[in-house]
């Protein structure tokens, strides 16, 4: 009985501590959040993860199966994707595997995926989420750019 309360006590301090990643400028951020219109031919992806559950836990996040970077919470990256009606697979690093979510992007258009924390048996799971542009770009004005390309694992 006291292994139950001891693994629920770890998995509710690791939810709730604090995690930090790498940040750009200050410049950059207000910059990326000022959701400009992409270059021709192609489409502006925001993933963002801003909830306050999970604080302590950093997750991956892949773009195509390429590195974007390692979240924390109230943190944000802008990628440029082809659009056409290109697909995209974003995916996130969780409790036992990835979880993926596929779109396709129309040029001239921005995306907004909202990483989210769910509570999972031993640690915080992650999962993905597309997000309607007047909610995502209210959230994403109070969060900070992150640095991308640096992920704790490999891709899958």
């Known amino acids: 009985m006291y292994k139950k309360f001891a693994v629920l006590g770890l ?3 690791l939810l709730q501590g604090c995690a930090s990643v790498n940040m750009e400028s200050d410049q950059a951020s207000y910059k990326a959040s000022n959701f400009s219109e992409p270059s021709p ?4 992806l925001y993933i963002y993860r801003s909830t306050s559950v999970g604080q302590g836990l950093k997750k991956d996040v892949w773009l195509n199966n390429d590195c974007v970077g390692e979240t924390a919470n109230n943190v944000f990256f802008l990628k440029e994707v ?3 009606g290109a697909e995209h697979k974003v995916s996130t690093e969780s409790e036992f595997s990835p ?10 258009k921005n995306y907004y995926v909202e990483q989210y924390i769910k509570m ?3 640690v915080g799971g992650a999962n993905l989420r597309l997000v309607d542009e007047a909610k995502a770009k209210q959230q994403i004005a109070k969060l900070k750019l992150a640095t991308q390309g640096k992920c704790s694992k490999p891709h899958p």
């Open 120 to 122: 999972g048996v031993f």
């Open 82 to 84: 082809i659009g056409e």
């Open 41 to 44: 031919g192609f489409a502006n």
């Open 11 to 13: 998995s509710v301090a």
């Open 99 to 108: 979880n993926h979510m596929l779109f396709n992007a129309e040029s001239g």
